[in-house]
T-cell receptor, first 114, second 114 residues
Framework: NAGVTQTPKFRILKIGQSMTLQCTQD?????MYWYRQDPGMGLKLIYYSVGAGITDKGEVPNGYNVSRSTTEDFPLRLELAAPSQTSVYFC?????????????FGDGTRLSIL | AQKITQTQPGMFVQEKEAVTLDCTYDTSDPSYGLFWYKQPSSGEMIFLIY??????QNATEGRYSLNFQKARKSANLVISASQLGDSAMYFC???????????FGTGTKLQVIP
């Protein structure tokens, strides 16, 4: 089972560049999430989605955009990369209507902005 | 205001001893769920245990148990018989708002001493 797959695993960007972090899941989960984890810190919610075509902001959405055109995919777009966006980014998914089910996490994307 | 508070940035425990990791939460939603995750140095997020707000009994999963005190809004993780492999970051998380948004605490770094 692939679960939640994130690409790329590592990336270095220059200030002002843009990129898309890819996330796909093969579990038919309705809920998907993007988090960032700064060194030594917890996970902060950037955006989440409860289904195709529906997205909402989390705690730290500024500088990011998302889209959800299919159940499987939930890409995160960084526009005009800034050093403050250097972080590890995690994508997660969980099934709808199952509150006791944990989130399934990808392995993360380590992003450095120089 | 913090939704999830973990007041212990770091903890040490002797191998084979029990340890309690603290977590307090803040929500006005009567229906919510609490999760604990483990993050080893390799970076992946590993689900440990879940407690629902309406659950009458404290959750247990092998060596992990959750000391749920609803009136005090605390959900402490108890690890019995600590092992060297338990050394990791531990995160408390809460799902609320119709089981959509999930927020994380800042984590506790546990080190098990031989």
């Amino acid at each position: 089972n692939a679960g939640v797959t994130q690409t790329p695993k590592f990336r270095i960007l220059k200030i002002g560049q843009s990129m898309t972090l890819q996330c796909t899941q093969d579990m038919n989960h309705n809920y998907m999430y993007w988090y960032r984890q700064d060194p030594g810190m917890g996970l902060k919610l950037i955006y989440y989605s409860v289904g195709a075509g529906i997205t909402d902001k989390g705690e730290v959405p500024n500088g990011y955009n998302v889209s959800r055109s299919t159940t499987e995919d939930f890409p995160l777009r960084l526009e005009l990369a800034a050093p403050s966006q250097t972080s590890v980014y995690f994508c997660a998914s969980s099934p709808q209507g199952a509150p006791g089910q944990p989130q399934h996490f990808g392995d993360g994307t380590r992003l450095s902005i120089l | 205001a913090q939704k999830i508070t973990q007041t212990q940035p770091g903890m040490f425990v002797q191998e084979k001893e029990a340890v309690t990791l603290d977590c307090t939460y803040d929500t006005s939603d009567p229906s919510y769920g609490l999760f604990w995750y483990k993050q080893p140095s390799s970076g992946e997020m590993i689900f440990l245990i879940y407690q629902g707000s309406y659950d009458q009994q404290n959750a247990t999963e092998g060596r992990y148990s959750l000391n749920f005190q609803k009136a005090r809004k605390s959900a402490n993780l108890v690890i019995s018989a600590s092992q060297l492999g338990d050394s990791a970051m531990y995160f408390c998380a809460m799902r609320e708002g119709g089981y959509q948004k999930v927020t994380f605490g800042t984590g506790t770094k546990l080190q098990v001493i031989p």
